[in-house]
């Protein structure tokens, strides 16, 4: 009898990948990151081209699509829903994202690839196998819970049982800290094995650096401390023969020109509100124009098509206003999407945009007082601080949170209406690579002159050892 030859097998896994967003991670925080630099050494570090806006939705969306935002429709963390009538910030069905996601790409390649999702955007409804996702308990009486989102639903409990509840009010908000980034980067250790492609986000620097600006002590004491909580899960990939990319979507520069363009909208009759409770609302859909402020980038949505000129003259002449794209404008950017705004602001260097929209503070809504990133119509910054000028602010938090354990109503109004606490921002496309954002990869043949953010797709491919040619988009 003959004995078969044995031929070779053909390699059916594809190399282990970990995409690791550091948000906030520049060339001036990595000198504060050692053992993120070690990484950087052995392999490679080139800065990355972000997309406009720099902020996390749309360039998340960017990174996994390796679409331009005019395709994939995550134009900004939120936008006006023309169809319900609304500004949302923040929401989380992956539905919202248009195109094809890298993992679907890889799973061509190598069908059965096991894909986990830590803390990107967009979670809810991913198709991956593993999911986890901040996700608050919103009890019926007004009461909001720590928890997360995951899927198998089984893997919440394997989490909270190794790690505590999901420490929610560490991940945004006056008490935000390196909190969050631990139980992140934990979970991502359990699940890391498992798993092919592996995502992970942490957001640490996202913190200090808009508190007191990039180059605080602060924010250097912030890249220490994400630098050494990283490190256990650096070492686990290297231990375990993981590629690592490490990705950034900005750099956050210093500020101190807060922009009310509501207010400009609302003063020039543009902008209408009503009143409940004495509060002032935004009305949308009878404001002639009206602004949803994404950091350094607003969208700009004008009703009636004979006042767009008016709109764009005024806010042209605003005082740290530096673009206002129109829509073909917009399409240079990559930016034309119908959810866009009908002009699209950028702000200068140092200069950013509030959401304010009243014009006396004893009119605001409640919500604005308080951790309320899902009612408010534009990204509120000022969420990071307990207000400066209410030496109480602290003292009532803690006694909403007693409240809170017995099982009370509470309102945590303690965020300050003065927007000159905030020192750090991005949505602008960086003038300076230092103040930039990067990518590392572990492995130096992945090496290349130049990374756009839409590049990153390919990137992974190219890391779990798929040629790019194979995982075209369908």
Same mark, same amino acid.
């Given at each position: 009898?003959?004995?078969?030859?044995?031929?070779?097998?053909?390699?059916?896994?594809?190399?282990?990948?970990?995409?690791?967003?550091?948000?906030?991670?520049?060339?001036?925080?990595?000198?504060?990151?050692?053992?993120?630099?070690?990484?950087?050494?052995?392999?490679?570090?080139?800065?990355?081209?972000?997309?406009?806006?720099?902020?996390?939705?749309?360039?998340?969306?960017?990174?996994?699509?390796?679409?331009?935002?005019?395709?994939?429709?995550?134009?900004?963390?939120?936008?006006?829903?023309?169809?319900?009538?609304?500004?949302?910030?923040?929401?989380?069905?992956?539905?919202?994202?248009?195109?094809?996601?890298?993992?679907?790409?890889?799973?061509?390649?190598?069908?059965?690839?096991?894909?986990?999702?830590?803390?990107?955007?967009?979670?809810?409804?991913?198709?991956?196998?593993?999911?986890?996702?901040?996700?608050?308990?919103?009890?019926?009486?007004?009461?909001?819970?720590?928890?997360?989102?995951?899927?198998?639903?089984?893997?919440?409990?394997?989490?909270?049982?190794?790690?505590?509840?999901?420490?929610?009010?560490?991940?945004?908000?006056?008490?935000?800290?390196?909190?969050?980034?631990?139980?992140?980067?934990?979970?991502?250790?359990?699940?890391?094995?498992?798993?092919?492609?592996?995502?992970?986000?942490?957001?640490?620097?996202?913190?200090?650096?808009?508190?007191?600006?990039?180059?605080?002590?602060?924010?250097?004491?912030?890249?220490?401390?994400?630098?050494?909580?990283?490190?256990?899960?650096?070492?686990?990939?290297?231990?375990?023969?993981?590629?690592?990319?490490?990705?950034?979507?900005?750099?956050?520069?210093?500020?101190?020109?807060?922009?009310?363009?509501?207010?400009?909208?609302?003063?020039?009759?543009?902008?209408?509100?009503?009143?409940?409770?004495?509060?002032?609302?935004?009305?949308?859909?009878?404001?002639?124009?009206?602004?949803?402020?994404?950091?350094?980038?607003?969208?700009?949505?004008?009703?009636?098509?004979?006042?767009?000129?008016?709109?764009?003259?005024?806010?042209?002449?605003?005082?740290?206003?530096?673009?206002?794209? &129109? #829509?073909? %404008?917009? =399409?240079?950017? +990559? !930016?034309?999407?119908? @959810?866009?705004?009908?002009?699209?602001?950028? $702000?200068?260097?140092?200069?950013?945009?509030?959401?304010?929209?009243?014009?006396?503070?004893?009119?605001?809504?409640?919500?604005?007082?308080?951790?309320?990133?899902?009612?408010?119509?534009?990204?509120?910054?000022?969420?990071?601080?307990?207000?400066?000028? &209410? #030496?109480? %602010?602290? =003292?009532?938090? +803690? !006694?909403?949170?007693? @409240?809170?354990?017995?099982?009370?109503?509470? $309102?945590?109004?303690?965020?300050?209406?003065?927007?000159?606490?905030?020192?750090?921002?991005?949505?602008?496309?960086?003038?300076?690579?230092?103040?930039?954002?990067?990518?590392?990869?572990?492995?130096?043949?992945?090496?290349?002159?130049?990374?756009?953010?839409?590049?990153?797709?390919?990137?992974?491919?190219?890391?779990?050892?798929?040629?790019?040619?194979?995982?075209?988009?369908?």
């Amino acid at each position: 009898m003959t004995t078969p030859t044995t031929q070779p097998t053909p390699t059916t896994q594809p190399t282990k990948v970990l995409l690791l967003d550091v948000v906030g991670l520049t060339p001036r925080a990595l000198a504060d990151m050692p053992r993120l630099s070690r990484l950087a050494r052995s392999g490679w570090q080139s800065s990355l081209g972000t997309v406009l806006p720099a902020v996390t939705c749309s360039v998340q969306s960017t990174m996994l699509t390796g679409r331009p935002v005019a395709d994939h429709g995550a134009v900004g963390n939120g936008w006006y829903f023309r169809d319900l009538g609304e500004v949302f910030l923040w929401r989380q069905h992956h539905a919202l994202v248009e195109g094809e996601k890298v993992w679907e790409a890889l799973r061509r390649a190598h069908p059965g690839a096991r894909v986990a999702n830590v803390c990107w955007w967009y979670a809810m409804g991913m198709d991956v196998d593993s999911i986890v996702t901040p996700r608050p308990v919103y009890h019926a009486d007004g009461r909001k819970s720590p928890d997360c989102y995951t899927r198998p639903a089984a893997l919440h409990d394997r989490l909270t049982d190794r790690l505590g509840a999901f420490p929610l009010f560490h991940y945004w908000g006056p008490t935000a800290s390196i909190a969050s980034s631990r139980w992140i980067v934990e979970a991502t250790r359990i699940l890391l094995p498992e798993h092919d492609l592996t995502l992970s986000y942490v957001p640490h620097l996202d913190y200090d650096l808009q508190r007191f600006g990039p180059e605080s002590p602060e924010a250097r004491a912030a890249a220490r401390e994400l630098d050494a909580t990283l490190a256990p899960l650096l070492d686990d990939a290297e231990r375990l023969g993981v590629s690592v990319v490490v990705v950034s979507e900005y750099g956050i520069t210093a500020v101190d020109q807060p922009v009310d363009v509501n207010r400009v909208l609302r003063r020039a009759g543009l902008l209408e509100v009503h009143t409940q409770a004495g509060m002032e609302y935004l009305d949308p859909w009878a404001s002639a124009a009206f602004a949803v402020a994404d950091h350094q980038v607003a969208h700009v949505y004008v009703k009636d098509a004979d006042r767009f000129e008016e709109v764009r003259a005024l806010l042209e002449a605003t005082p740290g206003v530096d673009q206002v794209l &129109d #829509r073909a %404008a917009q =399409a240079a950017y +990559g !930016l034309d999407h119908e @959810r866009s705004g009908d002009l699209v602001l950028v $702000a200068e260097p140092r200069a950013w945009f509030t959401y304010y929209y009243w014009l006396d503070d004893e009119r605001a809504p409640d919500f604005a007082r308080g951790v309320e990133i899902h009612r408010k119509p534009g990204y509120d910054p000022a969420e990071l601080f307990f207000d400066p000028a &209410d #030496r109480s %602010a602290k =003292a009532r938090a +803690g !006694l909403g949170l007693v @409240r809170k354990k017995l099982g009370l109503r509470y $309102a945590m109004k303690v965020v300050p209406l003065d927007p000159r606490w905030v020192r750090g921002s991005h949505g602008r496309l960086p003038a300076d690579p230092a103040d930039g954002p990067v990518v590392l990869t572990s492995d130096a043949s992945l090496r290349r002159e130049t990374v756009a953010a839409a590049d990153v797709h390919d990137l992974v491919l190219e890391a779990a050892g798929v040629p790019v040619a194979a995982a075209t988009h369908h």
